[in-house]
C-alpha cells in the first residue's frame, strides 16, 4: 500500500517547519533529505494524475498553517510548564491546540475525500466535526 496523499502532504508540512525552526544544522541537514523524500512520494501522486500540483499545493499551505499554528501554541503549552502562564492560560491554548487540530483533521479527510486514497479521520464529539 502506498502512503495515504493526505499523510504524506501533512508529514512534509511538519518537516518544512523543523527545517525553519530547528537550530541544530546537523537535525536540518538531515531534514531536508526527508522533505526531499516526502516531496517525491507526493510527486508521484501529480504523475499518477491522482491530484495537480494546484490542488496539492492548497492543500500543503493549509496544512503548514494549520501545524505551524499549533507547533506555537505548543510552545506557550511548554512556556506554561515553566511558570510563565496561568493555568487558566494554559486551559485556553489548550483549547486554541484542539481546534487548530480540528483543522489539521478537516484538511486531511477533505484530501481523502477529492483522491479517493487513505481514511478518513473519525473523531467524536470532536472539534473538527
Not at 12 to 20: R, V
Amino acid at each position: 500500500m502506498k502512503y495515504p496523499l493526505d499523510e504524506l502532504i501533512d508529514k512534509k508540512s511538519i518537516i518544512q517547519l523543523k527545517t525553519e525552526r530547528i537550530e541544530d544544522s546537523t537535525d536540518r541537514e538531515r531534514l531536508k533529505g526527508e522533505l526531499k523524500d516526502y516531496s517525491q512520494a507526493i510527486e508521484e501522486y501529480i504523475l499518477g494524475e491522482v491530484c495537480n500540483p494546484e490542488q496539492v499545493q492548497n492543500w500543503y499551505k493549509r496544512l503548514y498553517e494549520a501545524n505551524g499554528k499549533t507547533w506555537d501554541l505548543e510552545v506557550n503549552i511548554r512556556k506554561g510548564q515553566l511558570g510563565t502562564m496561568s493555568l487558566e492560560e494554559v486551559g485556553r491554548t489548550a483549547i486554541k491546540i484542539r481546534e487548530s487540530n480540528g483543522v489539521r483533521v478537516k484538511i486531511k479527510s477533505e484530501i481523502v475525500e477529492a483522491t479517493g486514497i487513505g481514511y478518513k479521520d473519525i473523531k467524536i464529539n470532536h472539534a473538527s466535526q
